[in-house]
């Protein structure tokens, strides 16, 4: 098997554009996803013009003023504000390209707010324009201006809750006003209660105003109570709703090293697909399978060297690319021999299958091309998340997803990587076992060969 | 250049060999023995399973039925196309095959190889730039490599041009001429006539003659100089 190998290696040597597709390939890839992990999304360009007048974005609600213009600081953190100054500038610029939308806040929102919170009529509208060219872009622009309206939408109504709340204590408990400049002392409903029921005290036992003040104090301790229970509840709403969050699979794998575990198994899956099924299919191609065969080397032999070849070359290039990634997204460095092995056996998988691949091709370039093709719905169906398909649907993909080396491998190489469940044993039997099954199928396959 | 009367002792036997794939059949009771130092051609129209037969003495394929007996190891086989790589030198092919044939000394045999093919200044390239002929060459002369009791060839001059077919004849005349026996294929009927010891004719999978190709003249009559005419009679009187 050694001088296969060494054969197999000089002729890989020989190949210059395809060893540095080999190589070339998986580092890109990597730097690709350590770029594009490392770096923040980038904020939308959107084209803005408010109309309100300056000054007059104040509303005015119990005994506080509201400024809303401050909340328009609160949207720039989302988007790359380009201030216009007027609806044609603000379409022009969307219609240019030079921004990807454009958001317009009309003259009378002010007021529109205030008779809203003050009576329960308005509408308080913004204008919101897309441009519909670009579907991704669109849907980019338009999550971001509506994330952040709906925060300053939620911010701006727990504000009105908080003057709302503040001025019904000071009916209940009274409290100091500010009007025209001046202070003003509100008595509050618990005092006028006191009051009251003092003055009730004082009057002669048949006084025929005691009746009437008794239900004057009963309105007041009634009122009490009611209001005294609307303080919490108004106060609740700004937050109905708190949710408590309990995650039961252990350790689970931040997004960004469970990409990058895709990257790297999608990466190794192909140049050990391709190499496999292609360095076998070249034995054919040559016409030297079979004097090799005729008890110079064993079938299986064959096989297995070329299982070795492509297994071990992919899984090298693939710690690599896991090394080189990891500059970015953090790793366990202190699990490197788990990821070896992980990435090895995985190789040994995707090598076994290689080999029926190319067992089944009579030239390199169909072998290739064969590999190719089932690269990527192996890995499609592999990634379909539990939640997105049926159930009977999802035991069909559960199954071939099993049959496969990709989904052990990604378990095995997820596991190596950040520690997480599921463990690293079960994969590596099950990428062990379809090392054989495929290994055994090749050797079927062969013997068409001769 | 007929070579002179072989010993005979057999070296490569057939008994009664059949070989089938699925419903067709290949060869059927083919029996013959090649002995040291003979030249044997096997010559037929296409499809008469000329290929199958030299599979089956190299242990390429197993017989379906009967049973076939030679040197072992010792059998050199050189396949109608190149079985050789083409990314890799003359040199590194030899050293390759002398390598898996385990050969004691493999340097020393790829020397030996490259004096008799007469590569020695083509070495160092890569096999994929010689040409058609000069491949041909370097086929042989891995199927030399283990020093073999018997050679086997498929259709071995198919590439060759007339000029290079002089040369591999004379180079395959000599290996018998020192006792190996020489089995091969060819749809020339001119290097039967030339070269061949013995004939076996094959056509259906049938045996249908083994003799000397004098032998098969006589058998159709007609003019004694022309082999081709009479091979074709042959085939005509047999029914193929």
């Known amino acids: 098997m050694r001088w296969l190998l060494v054969k197999d290696l000089q002729i890989l040597r020989r190949s210059p554009l395809l060893v540095a597709l080999l190589i070339i390939y998986p580092i890109t890839l990597a730097l690709m996803i350590g770029f594009a992990l490392s770096s923040p999304p980038g904020k939308p360009k959107v084209a803005f013009l408010t109309q309100v007048p300056k000054g007059q974005g104040r509303i005015r609600f119990g005994s506080q003023d509201i400024n809303i213009s401050n909340y328009a600081k609160d949207l720039f953190a989302s988007i790359q504000p380009i201030i216009v100054h007027s609806q044609a500038q603000a379409v022009a610029a969307v219609t240019s390209g030079r921004a990807l939308a454009a958001l317009i806040v009309p003259a009378d929102i002010p007021q529109q707010i205030q008779s809203l919170v003050t009576t329960g009529v308005g509408s308080p509208m913004v204008q919101l324009i897309l441009n519909s060219k670009d579907p991704v872009e669109r849907q980019f622009a338009d999550q971001a201006i509506q994330t952040r309206l709906s925060d300053v939408e939620q911010a701006v109504s727990k504000q009105v809750l908080r003057v709302a709340v503040s001025d019904l204590q000071q009916v209940l408990s009274g409290g100091t006003i500010q009007f025209g400049g001046e202070n003003f002392r509100l008595l509050g409903l618990r005092d006028s209660r006191r009051l009251l029921q003092r003055a009730i005290t004082a009057l002669p036992a048949r006084s025929p105003l005691r009746p009437e003040l008794n239900r004057v104090v009963a309105f007041a301790t009634l009122a009490i109570e009611g209001l005294a229970f609307a303080s919490p509840v108004l106060g609740s709403i700004g937050t109905p709703l708190t949710v408590d969050q309990t995650e039961l699979a252990g350790r689970t794998t931040p997004a960004a090293t469970y990409a990058v575990t895709i990257a790297v198994i999608f990466s190794l899956m192909l140049v050990t697909l391709v190499l496999a099924a292609g360095m076998l299919a ?78 089944l091709a009579r030239e390199v370039r169909a072998a290739s091309l064969l590999a190719f093709m089932l690269s990527l719905p192996i890995a499609f169906i592999a990634l379909v998340p539990a939640v997105a398909v049926s159930g009977s649907l999802k035991s069909v993909l559960d199954a071939v997803a099993f049959a496969f080396p990709f989904k052990p491998a990604l378990d095995a190489a997820n596991n190596a990587f950040s520690g997480t469940a599921p463990a690293i044993g079960w994969p590596l039997v099950h990428l062990a076992g379809l090392a054989v099954a495929f290994g055994g199928l090749a050797r079927v396959a062969v013997r068409r060969f001769a | 250049m007929p070579t002179t009367a072989p010993t005979r002792q057999a070296t490569v036997a057939a008994r009664a060999v059949t070989k089938r794939f699925g419903d067709r059949t290949a060869l059927r009771d083919v029996s013959f023995e090649a002995y040291s130092g003979e030249l044997l051609a096997i010559i037929g129209p296409n499809g008469a399973g000329k290929t199958t037969l030299l599979s089956i003495l190299a242990g390429i394929q197993a017989p379906t039925g009967g049973e076939v007996s030679s040197p072992g190891r010792k059998v050199g086989w050189v396949p109608q196309q190149p079985a050789i790589y083409s990314k890799l030198s003359v040199a590194e092919n030899l050293r390759l095959f002398a390598r898996l044939e385990k050969l004691s000394d493999p340097d020393s045999a790829v020397e030996r190889m490259l004096d008799h093919t007469d590569l020695h200044e083509r070495a160092n390239e890569e096999v994929g730039r010689l040409s058609a002929g000069n491949q041909q060459r370097v086929n042989v002369a891995i199927g030399l490599l283990c020093e073999p009791t018997a050679l086997l060839l498929d259709e071995p001059s198919a590439s060759l041009d007339p000029r290079q077919r002089e040369r591999l004849w004379g180079f395959i005349g000599g290996l018998a001429g020192r006792g190996t026996t020489v089995v091969y294929s060819t749809h020339n009927v001119v290097e039967v006539e030339r070269y061949a010891d013995r004939v076996l004719v094959l056509a259906d999978g049938e045996l249908l003659f083994v003799g000397t190709p004098g032998e098969l003249g006589r058998a159709v009559g007609g003019d004694p100089r022309d082999f081709e005419a009479a091979f074709v009679r042959f085939l005509d009187l047999c029914g193929h």
Do not use: D
């Open chain 1, 282 to 359: 070249l034995e054919r191609e040559e016409h030297a399978f079979a004097r090799l065969v005729r008890g110079l080397v064993s079938p299986g032999a064959l096989l297995a060297e070329k299982v070795v070849l492509a297994g071990g070359c992919a899984a090298a290039a693939a710690i690599v690319m896991t090394v080189g990634v990891s500059t970015f997204v953090p790793l366990q460095w202190s699990r490197f021999p788990l990821w070896v092995l992980a990435l090895l056996l995985a190789g040994i998988a995707f090598g076994a299958l290689g080999v029926a691949i190319g067992g």
